[in-house]
């Protein structure tokens, strides 16, 4: 048996090489860089096997190692065992278990068996794939991969007992691997752009390239070619001058750099503070960024050098400086003018100029103002207010004389109401004469006229009768009368119902044929 099993491109190349183009042992291990003995004892194994030349393209990699080294076949008293590389490939899927692990666990089974490097190297030839891998060699100060790592830290209210689950955030640099990690509550938009900014800060400068995985909070419409990024995601990347690339959908390898830093932060933060309580979030991070610290200073085995050591030689220099400020988080949402000229916002509203009804704008939120934009031009910029169903209105917004856009009026609007009936215009009436300005109420005028199209004029009549009675005339509260039926409790004699045909001479009426 020889002493590493090739992959199958390789031995597929040895039997093209000998049988087909009838080369000598020596000249075929020459090609393929390997001992004429392993080439004498492939050739053995298939001449044994019944295979021919050329090979069925329907022959997998397991039926061919099948045929070559069937399972009846007994080892040599000398021979080393080969480990399960099918098993072996389906543990390293499993969170936490490593090719160190695995080899450990294999010498316990066979003390006489591989060494680490050699168990590496014949794993490594075994999962070759027949297509290359591209390798990507990230620039100094080029990229940093962010993402949420699958495991999250549970953090206990003190007061009420209650566990909740904290969020992992993860930021690596694609040159050095220097890693910054924190922990939230939520995967949101305000926390998600939150962490890119305190990585930046943590890195002390700005690399060129941000590329994310295709979060929701980041990118609105994933997409392999022309992924749309979330606007405020888009704004303070403009405001930090870097470019957001987000990796390509089912294309892990486009964030590689993610992932193993995502794995660094569960083995070496994670699963050493797995048996901690945490009352806080505060004190979780506390506690991550101790572990932190050692795991940018540990050195890597494979380079010799620790991830602190090549941020330093390699990234710091290559990061552009950070800007005088850091972003100030802010919502960007679209927003349609209404007939009062007001736009709404977690349910204020505020004014923009009455000229711009009707239309679309775009509202940009923070924690102290409301900003409204048309085209990318500010037309409205506003204090942010709590205050629920409420409005802010500027007076130079307000159309002169009182008249609105296209002749709406509250004149216009009593006239309407007074068509239904007179308790309707009573009602519309008393919900214009609340407000400031009149134009304030058109919105919900409007929506209390427009119950006759789900529901008849009559029952809109006594429902208003019934508000009235009731001290109510707010569109809700009509809503409310309509959908629970408390209009059908007023008696028809005590509302006076509208009439769906005028007086005329040719109608003979009720008391005709008595």
Known sequence: ?????????????????????????????????????????????????????????????????????????????????????????????????????LWIEYLEKFPNGYSYSQFC???????????????????????????????????????????????????????????????????????WIGGHVRAIKYFGGVPDIIVPDNLKAGVSHPSRYDPEINPTYQEMAEHYGVAVIPARVRKPRDKSKAEVGVQNVE?????????????????????????????????????????????????????????????????????????????????????????LYPGEVYIRANEKTVEIFLDRKQVALHPRSNARGRHSTLKEHMPTEHRFYNDWSKERFIQWAEKIGPETAKVVQKELDSRQHPEQAFRACLGILGFTRKYTAGRLESACHYALANEIHSYRGIKNILVNKFDQLVSSEDVPQPSLLSPHTNIRGKNYYS
């Open 1 to 101: 048996m020889p002493k590493e099993r090739l992959t199958v491109r390789k031995i597929r190349e040895i039997l093209r090489l000998r049988w087909e183009c009838q080369l000598s042992e020596r000249i075929v291990a020459r090609s393929c860089r390997i001992s004429h003995s392993t080439v004498g004892d492939y050739v053995k194994r298939a001449e044994t096997a019944g295979l021919k030349w050329p090979l069925s393209e329907d022959l997998s990699e397991n039926q061919l190692y099948e045929l070559l080294f069937p399972r009846t076949e007994q080892l040599l008293p000398n021979a080393i065992p080969m480990p399960d590389w099918e098993e072996v490939s389906g543990e390293l899927r499993r969170k936490g278990v490593t090719l160190r692990l």
């Open 121 to 191: 190297q014949l794993y490594r030839d075994w999962s070759k794939k027949f297509k290359p891998t591209m390798r990507l060699n990230h620039k100094a100060g080029e990229k940093v991969f962010v993402d949420y790592t699958g495991q999250t830290m549970p953090v206990v209210d003190p007061k009420t007992g209650e566990i909740r689950e904290a969020e992992i955030f993860v930021a690596v640099l694609g040159a050095s691997s220097y890693t910054y990690a924190e922990a939230q509550w939520h995967q949101d938009l305000p926390n």
């Open 267 to 355: 083995r070496w933060i994670l699963a050493r503070l797995r048996n901690r309580k945490f009352f806080s979030l505060f004190d979780l991070n506390r506690a991550m960024e101790k572990l932190l610290v050692e795991l940018n200073d540990r050195k890597m085995e494979h380079l010799g050098k620790s991830r602190r050591e090549l941020f330093e030689l390699y990234d710091r220099p290559a990061l552009k400086p950070l800007p005088a400020s850091p972003y100030e988080f802010a919502i960007w949402k679209k927003a349609r003018i209404n007939i009062d000229y007001h736009v709404e916002y977690e349910g204020h509203y505020y004014s923009v100029p009455h000229h």
